[in-house]
């Protein structure tokens, strides 16, 4: 998935997992958090992926790191007002 931003009151579902020739794998992974409070965001997780939700609008960005084994991706979300 890509997401460069989520609006006031929106939600968007990222999905994850390891792959390869495009078949997942069972290879764990590991999701955090950072760059802003959880009182900007609220996060559910779902099977395969997470819905996050933005409650505030800031202006640093939600940087939320995927991790399993030596496979590392960051994605840097921006959570912006409705206009």
């Known amino acids: 998935n890509v997401i460069e931003s989520i609006k006031l009151n929106t939600t968007k579902t990222i999905y994850y997992g390891v792959y390869i020739n495009g078949v997942k794998q069972s290879d764990i992974v590991t999701v955090t958090f950072n760059g802003v409070s959880s009182d900007y965001y609220s996060k559910v997780d779902i099977i395969d992926g997470i819905e996050i939700k933005c409650l505030k609008s800031s202006s640093a960005p939600l940087q939320i790191t995927f991790t399993s084994?030596?496979?590392?991706?960051?994605?840097?979300?921006?959570l912006v007002g409705i206009i």
């Open 69 to 78: 084994g030596s496979l590392v991706k960051t994605m840097s979300i921006k």
